[in-house]
């Protein structure tokens, strides 16, 4: 069974504060994307990854960095956090062996900026 | 640009009702196609895809999905519903790579 875990699943942070979600995945999928969700945008891509060491930026980076120190691990980084960051954020692994890249999710982690 | 429409931002069915949850998308395009359902409080879970051949496709828990190329249209159905399929429905369109493109999402409330 495929599984993503996300860290943590609920988290508190203040304006201006450093805030680092994690993400594990032992699928052993090449690929890994992090997602915020809100109410009326569906789910809108932050970041990915093709690899440990790689990065990429994806539809609404600004604010956000990641970083992939390992097929495993997969963390989105909010340096200075704000309030227009507070949203659910979801991390998912990518299979693309049968051609289709399906995705398995994280369940979230609802992150609230004061 | 590729996009995935889901007109039904909810859905109410009586338990053991039949449904369907509408999708239409843009590409230009051979989509891969794909419909995840979110719990409370949980990840999205893969219930089916489509990428090729026979243009019904079977998924988990009794759902499948029709791909119409001419409607642009993939919309999921299942024959009865049960109160434990409560949940919102995602449709989603790959372009390859990165590029996945996620619907709205459609609420779907089983009343008993």
């Known amino acids: 069974e495929a599984a993503v875990t996300q860290s943590p699943r609920n988290k508190v942070a203040v304006t201006g504060g450093k805030v680092t979600l994690s993400c594990n995945q032992t699928?052993?999928?090449?690929?890994m994307y992090w997602y915020r969700q809100d109410t009326g945008h569906g789910l809108r891509l932050i970041h990915y990854?093709?690899?440990?060491?790689?990065?990429e930026k994806g539809d609404i980076p600004d604010g956000y960095k990641a970083s992939r120190p390992s097929q495993e691990n997969f963390s989105l980084i909010l340096e200075l956090a704000t309030p227009s960051q507070t949203s659910v954020y979801f991390c998912?692994?990518?299979?693309?062996?049968?051609?289709?890249?399906?995705?398995?999710f994280g369940s979230g982690t609802r992150l609230t900026v004061l | 640009a590729q996009s995935v429409t889901q007109p039904d931002a909810r859905v109410t069915v009586s338990e053991g009702a039949s449904l369907q949850l509408r999708c239409k998308y843009s590409y230009s395009g051979t989509p891969y196609l794909f419909w995840y359902v979110q719990y409370p409080r949980q990840g999205l879970q893969l219930l089916l895809k489509?990428?090729?051949?026979?243009?019904v496709v079977q998924g988990v828990n009794g759902f499948e999905a029709e791909f119409s190329k001419s409607n642009s249209s993939f919309h999921l159905r299942k024959a009865s519903v049960h109160w434990s399929d409560s949940a919102v429905y995602f449709c989603v369109l790959s372009a390859g790579g990165y590029k996945v493109v996620f619907g709205s999402g459609t609420r779907l409330l089983v009343s008993p």
């Open positions: 998912a692994s990518g299979d693309a062996r049968t051609g289709a890249e399906t995705l398995y």
């Open positions: 489509y990428y090729s051949g026979d243009p």
């Open positions: 699928n052993n999928h090449n690929n």
């Open positions: 990854s093709y690899g440990a060491g790689s990065t």
